[in-house]
């Protein structure tokens, strides 16, 4: 079992940026095929926001943060990042990383799941 830890959620004004990080200890994210991020706001279901492809580094986003969001590995430290740049009050969220034993995209094929970050994005 893998567990997971969020960090660097904050407070921002739209147009910031912030960068998350998730943790991994126990089992190492080469056991899972994706790492994955989500975000779930007040009163709106877990969404997809981006995910790697952990064999090949193959890299997925939602169309809502095409262009402006950027995941990464830091294979020597267990580690994956979501990059957020550009951000919008729309980004507020809490955002939880997780991972996935298949190539997939939808939350019910993540299995481990951190307790997430806070981001507040101020209009």
């Known amino acids: 079992q893998v567990q997971l830890v969020e960090s660097g959620g904050g407070f921002v004004q739209t147009g910031g940026s912030l960068r998350l990080s998730c943790a991994a200890s126990?089992?190492?994210?080469?056991?899972?095929?994706?790492v994955g991020w989500f975000r779930q706001a007040p009163g709106k279901e877990r969404e997809f926001v981006a995910a790697i492809n952990w064999s090949d580094g193959g890299t997925y986003y939602a169309n809502s943060v095409k262009g402006r969001h950027v995941i990464s590995r830091d294979n020597a430290k267990s580690t994956v990042y979501l990059q957020m740049n550009n951000l919008r009050p729309e980004d507020t969220a809490d955002y939880c990383c997780a991972v996935s034993p298949v190539r997939s995209s939808h939350p019910s094929q993540y299995i481990y799941w951190g307790q997430g970050t806070q981001v507040t994005v101020s209009s």
């Open positions: 126990g089992r190492t994210f080469s056991n899972y095929a994706m």
